[in-house]
């Protein structure tokens, strides 16, 4: 298989061709490794932390056939994205995520078709692990990470500051205690509120006070 034709399907985000990411076997986190296209997305996440098993254990790679539209040139480009495995709710790989590891905008790319407002990321193992000590809902994969990292297994990320019904009942489904830690922003605070009238009288809800710092990974 011509597996670079194949993954320039996948993330060429205007392909009008139906995605088809599950009926290829052989697209997996170990061959886009093999796209890796410099040190500059692997960097990132150690800067932010993370070791070599935590970045084994989420399955990152890194890739710069992701497609974006270049206003400026108006002409289409590509990106060096960090590349991370979504999950179903019961672990199956349902699509991939793109991070940029500099200031582009947006921060996350997705494979098409990509079910982010039904999914939590990192849900399927961090449901494991909230019997002791409950779920904490971050924003985005890049905390989960972090905080993951640090001892948090049960950590689990909403892809943005809007959760949706979907997640709110994949929250409850998975504990009786949450404690939420959006970001330090008003969307962040937000999220949290909206999450928090979601599940008080369902769950044990606490809000992380994050002080001064900007997002739980912080």
Known sequence: IKFKSHLRNIFELDNERENKLLQIPEITPEILNRMNTGPDPYNYLLDRGLSQKTIDYFGCTFTNVWRAWDKIKEEYRYEERIVIPGHTEDGKICGFIGRTPVGDEPKYRYTKG????????????????????????????????????IGFPNVGGIYGASPSEEQIDLIIRATDKVFVATDNDKAGRIAAEKIFNAL????DTNIVNLQTFKDPGE
């Open 200 to 203: 008080k009288d369902v769950v």
């Open 114 to 149: 990509f079910p982010k407002s039904q999914l939590i990321f990192n849900y399927h193992r961090a449901r494991k692990h909230t019997s002791e000590n409950g779920l904490i809902i971050v924003e985005g994969p890049a905390d989960t990470m972090q905080i993951h990292e």
